[in-house]
């Protein structure tokens, strides 16, 4: 059997492509199989493809899921929390939810969750520091599993619908590379009353570093790195 894997960020970086084609002589292969296989196969990556979850049509797989080879697959390891291409600009249906590599507009975002119901608009706006303790950051990078980052993003705003009825929630994040004080992502959420607000507002941001599929460099005078889940061990899958 014949997989076609896509790898993202650090992973890619390790194996130098973005599409790595495997033969398994296995008919189907569990999520976890897979990764032993790889592991064992690249042991210079071994490290990272261990502790990344195995995609399967833009949803992360159980463990025990049987991939098959017309499946479509991804390697995500921790998520982090253009020149001369043409631009990306990638949304959902109802147009809530976006991956951009173009400059995001603070207006733009809350201009969508507004109500004549709602009294309580709450915009989280995530910006790229120059320091970080004595590290001196030159820029940030960004990268996106597009088509299953925008699903994963509209799955936020449906738990967010769940848990707190009503609320309005938009999603902007940019891709691509994101300079000093410029912005990286804008989370804009509208209910009736504050409480609510500020409750699934947390939730969208703590969320969104947990599951979706993007990916941050830190790059330095020095040198970079990719940065991804820094609190435990990463389970996109976890409740929050």
Known sequence: MLLRIQLFAGL?????????????????ITADELKIELSNSFP?????????????NQEYAPGDYLITEDAEIALIPPVSGGDGREPVCAQS????????????????????????????????IGT??????????????????????????????KDIDTRWPGTLCAISHRIGKV???????????????????YEASRYAIEKLKQAVP???????????????????????????
């Open 93 to 124: 249906k109802d147009g809530l939810f976006c991956i951009t590599d173009q400059p995001l507009s603070v207006d733009e975002v809350t201009s969508k969750v507004l109500h004549p119901n709602h009294g309580a608009i709450l915009s989280f």
């Open 44 to 56: 210079e990556a071994a490290s990272l493809i261990s502790v990344s979850f195995v995609a399967v």
């Open 179 to 197: 300079d000093i004080m410029e912005t990286s992502v804008i989370i804009a959420v509208s209910t009736g009353h504050r409480e609510d607000c």
């Open 214 to 240: 993007i990916w941050k460099k830190e790059v330095w005078d020095d040198g970079s790195e990719w940065k991804g889940h820094q609190k435990g061990p990463w389970d996109p899958t976890a409740s929050l």
């Open 128 to 157: 790229t520091r120059e320091m970080t303790g004595a590290q001196r950051t030159v820029h940030l990078e960004y990268e996106a599993y597009i088509p299953m980052a925008l699903a994963q993003l509209e799955a936020i705003g």
């Open 12 to 28: 890619a970086e390790r194996l130098q492509t973005s599409v790595l084609s495997y033969s398994t002589p296995r008919s189907e």
